[in-house]
């Protein structure tokens, strides 16, 4: 079996490398992930679309909602339309000078999600390609700004959550047939490519949510270890990012996969919205500081592995256009079916930044702090996302540029908020 081979290429590990590299961990990587902390953000919305971070993009489609997702978008278009207008949007979206403008706020990761079909494309699917040249380019952009990129395998075969963001919204077919397979070789290509730029492309991570309570565990960690193997056949100095499929960091993942389990790089990976059903999104603001809090004090503090927040948010609403999915309301202001009404979505649904009441602006920017001190409590973090079209919760240029997000990084207008 694959994760037998796996396993034995770990065991190997141990054995012909010296014991100091195992206990440093980070000898042979090009950022230290020990002792320095990870400051990132995401590129979303970038290799694969999602309707709340670029509307624009599926604005023609509003009333109908017969296109929700990239599946959809390329399937209306067709390959030769669909590619012209994508390519449009992959070499406009994100520039090198995002790039210069990350570094320069103080952060040094970024991470780039990108769909399978960007790698290992499918028969009769009706996705296009041409995402990897400028994948390829922003691997420089990030070398010539300092950048460590880690890039995120971010939709599988068969959808691995159902999410529009997985590429195709609806069932969740992956490990159904030969989805993890494939999803495997999306993974060497990745590693294959990559192998000679370990200087800025730092890890890989295997899949991006993987929905753990509608898919097998087991066999996600069965992937996972496959996935270790597959990325370590092609270089050992690339860490192995894994994500915590919506268990919990600490009683579930624990033991799996540190250091004594004979694998190395390994880095897990934890999202953190306080939005997604009701008892979280009727939270009153400094309820939702403490609860990142109490997140850095009893889960990160414990982790047994290099751990990072992998996304996360200023939001202390869903009220962002489309946030649920093409045409959907929010659970703040009552809109989404089933939902009670918390509040007004004013100024959150679509603007800026700087068109956010003075009340909006001071609760962000205390739980942005609050967060970013609980999630220093082990590995680190990236934002989700650098830009949006029109969503100012959770557009990170925006709120930097708009004095939301610290600057510098470590910058406290309101101190002590953990109480560590």
Known sequence: MIIHNAFTLALLTVVTQAAPTLRLGSRELSFDYNNNKVRGVNLGGWFVLEPWITPSIFAEWSSSRTVVDEYTYTQTLGKMEASSRLTNHWNTWITQ????QIAAAGLNHVRIPI?????APLDGEPYVQ????????AIGWARSAGLKVMIDLHGAPGSQNGFDNSGRYGSINWQQGNTVSQTLNAIRGLAQRYASQTDVVTTIELLNEPFGPSLNLNDIKKFYYDGWGTIRDSNGDT??????????????WNGFMNVQSGVNHVILDTHQYQ??????????????????CAYGANKLSHVDKWTVVGEWTG??????????GLGKGARYDG????????GSCNGKFTGTVAGLSADDKFNLRHFIEAQL???????????????????PEWHMKDLLANGLFPQPLTSRQYPNQCGF
């Open 315 to 324: 939001a202390q609403t869903d009220c962002a256009k489309w946030l649920n």
């Open 130 to 137: 041409g995402q990897l040249p400028i994948l390829d380019k």
């Open 373 to 391: 001190d609980a999630y220093e409590k082990r590995t680190g973090w990236f934002f989700w996302t650098w830009k949006t079209e029109s969503a």
């Open 115 to 119: 769909g399978y079909w960007a790698i």
């Open 275 to 292: 939005i997604f059903d009701q008892g979280q999104v009727s939270q009153s603001p400094s309820q939702h500081v403490s609860s990142a």
């Open 239 to 252: 860490a192995v990012t894994i994500h915590d499929a919506f268990q919990d960091v600490v009683d579930y």
């Open 335 to 342: 809109t989404l079916s089933g939902s009670s009404y918390v």
């Open 97 to 100: 000078g995002d790039f210069n």
